[in-house]
């Protein structure tokens, strides 16, 4: 039962990460394109809400549920699917901790545009595009995961030491 129910808050954590991460992107972009300081505020704000209530949790707890379920099935965490999936959550860390610095400063600078009425100015576009670019290498990773987590290929072992 403890492995059912590690595998599925180990599942609902990935979805979450994907899907945090896809809507927040969507949503961004959609905003971005109004060209509307006011709008862009209105969504920043709530993207960085969402990125701190779900994703920030489920980043938390998915290494935390990985390792339980991996011991509770007997894989070593040395597995090649594993280590290659724990580089890739690495990968995708690395670019998401600056995709939050970036979404917080894109959601001061609008919200200073919109309290002034003037449009979003140029560093808000640079950084835009920059958190955009940040997007694609952390989605494909964790894309990457979720296709190791459901292949589980065989991979050569790591071995520690």
């Known amino acids: 039962m403890a492995y059912f129910i590690l595998k599925f808050l180990h599942v609902i954590g ?11 992107a969507f ?4 905003a971005h394109v109004t060209g509307s300081a006011v709008k862009v505020a209105a969504v920043a704000r709530i993207v960085v809400l969402a990125d701190f209530l779900f994703t920030a949790t489920a980043v938390v707890l998915q290494p935390v ?7 509770s099935a007997g894989y070593p965490l040395t ?12 990968v995708t860390g690395a670019f998401w901790l600056p995709v939050m610095w970036m979404q917080m400063r894109m959601r001061q600078m609008a919200e200073t545009a919109a309290a002034a009425g003037i449009a979003l100015p140029a560093a808000y576009h640079r950084l835009f595009w920059t958190w955009f670019a940040f997007g694609f290498p952390a989605f494909t990773a964790v ?3 979720f296709w190791l987590m459901i292949v589980r ?6 071995a520690l030491g």
């Open 14 to 24: 990935a979805a979450v990460l994907l899907g945090t991460g896809a809507g927040i």
């Open 27 to 30: 949503f961004m972009v959609m």
């Open 65 to 71: 549920t990985g390792a339980l379920l991996a011991h």
């Open 79 to 90: 597995e090649g699917w594993i280590v290659l999936s724990i580089a890739l959550y690495l």
């Open 143 to 145: 894309l990457g995961i």
């Open 153 to 158: 290929p065989d991979l050569p072992a790591f």
